[in-house]
């Protein structure tokens, strides 16, 4: 007789087995159903961006998104938590948001990545800020771009093996160059960083140090002067090193082991701050909101706008030492390309107001990502 194929039967420990796998799972998805409808409920997920293009939609970038939004949720975060924890400590694996470069070196995954439409993104952006540039000047205000150049180029003798793709090679200077070929005021970072190499950036961290933040702020410093921007009001500032801290890298967290104690985690950072300070007997307050802006009688005519870049390593305070003046900060962490340039100019105290110059920082990293419309209100 041919063997029977009938199903064979689960026996009772199979069986019982099965039924608390079962509930087990169940009530996984059903925690994690919950936490996500709480993100809902608390406003935190926006199913569609402000423009919705058809492209975005068709390659998934919608549902990206979202996905991304709905992961913040508790359950899965703590999901993410514990397996990305194991897989540091099993493997040193860094997940797909962060890169290991030579022993104690992090990089962030974007600085490696070439965005699908590349070339696209960066000209559009590169037509954004041209016509950015030519709506200040009708107004009289003077525009100064500031491209800081991606870990990766400059600490590229820390990679130890990770590989820059060389198409990111001219990506900073051609850019740059279309920018001034436009008449816009342009400077590329990288000829002032590269001397630095290593010494210019954290080693767990996406962002320059004191070293490389103070390199950056003398050299636009030197930029303003040749603009023939006199910046105001004029200050005296005090300069104090701090004893040395330790100073929690952002890509240690972007790997999702923040979480573990110190010793398991990569070699952490000592980092003596630098306190720079406004001088009692000159000072007149604090302009570094649009708020304090609109009642001050000596506001500053220097805007600086851009990224986290302009709010680490006390990189303001260095830019208002070497000015000898004091400058206002609207830059944003976590704004990229589009974010703090949207906020600051359609806000109110932008056009009541208005400074002499703007400094626009923009990391490398941003120029080819899709571009978030800037608006003028």
């Given at each position: ?49 402000p423009v919705l293009t058809r492209d975005a939609a068709m390659h ?318």
């Amino acid at each position: 007789m041919p063997p029977s194929v009938a199903p064979v039967q689960p026996g009772g420990f199979t069986a019982r087995a099965s039924k608390t796998a079962g509930y087990a799972l169940a009530a996984l998805l059903g925690g994690g159903l919950i936490s996500c409808c709480w993100l809902f409920y608390l406003g935190k997920v926006n199913l569609l961006p402000p423009v919705l293009t058809r492209d975005a939609a068709m390659h998934g970038e919608v549902t990206h998104k979202i996905a991304k939004q709905l992961s913040g949720a508790w359950l899965p975060q703590q999901a993410a938590n514990l397996e990305r924890g194991a897989s540091w400590l099993l493997f040193h694996d860094t997940g797909p948001r962060v890169r290991s470069g030579c022993p104690g070196w992090l990089f962030l995954n974007q600085e490696f990545q070439i965005d699908r439409q590349a070339q696209v993104n960066a000209d559009t952006k590169a037509r954004a800020v041209m016509d950015i540039q030519q709506r200040l000047s009708r107004q009289g205000i003077a525009l100064l771009v500031a491209l800081v150049p991606d870990k990766s180029r400059i600490a590229a003798d820390q990679l130890c093996g990770l590989n820059r793709p060389s198409e990111l090679g001219p990506r900073a200077a051609q850019w740059i160059q279309a920018l001034r070929k436009a008449g816009v005021s342009a400077m590329d970072l990288t000829p002032t960083l590269q001397p630095l190499a290593a010494t210019a950036y954290l080693r767990t961290d996406t962002h320059w140090n004191e070293t490389g933040a103070r390199a950056a702020a003398r050299a636009i410093a030197q930029q303003i002067q040749m603009i023939g921007v006199h910046p105001e009001p004029q200050k005296a500032f005090d300069v104090h090193i701090s004893k040395e801290k330790l100073r929690p890298g952002d890509l240690v967290r972007l790997a999702g082991i923040d979480w573990l104690p110190l010793r398991w985690q990569p070699a952490p950072e000592l980092v003596a701050a630098t306190e720079i300070t406004e001088r009692q007997d000159s000072a007149q307050g604090n302009g570094d909101n649009l708020d304090d802006l609109l009642g001050d009688d000596q506001l500053p005519n220097i805007a600086l706008i851009g990224t986290s870049f302009s709010r680490n390593s006390n990189f303001v305070g260095f830019l208002q030492l070497a000015l000898s003046a004091r400058i206002g900060s609207f830059a944003k962490d976590g704004g990229e390309f589009s974010g703090s340039a949207r906020e600051y100019f359609s806000n109110p105290a932008f056009r009541q107001t208005p400074p002499k110059l703007v400094i626009w920082e923009i990391p490398e990293r941003d120029l080819q990502t899709p571009y978030e419309p800037i608006s003028w209100r």
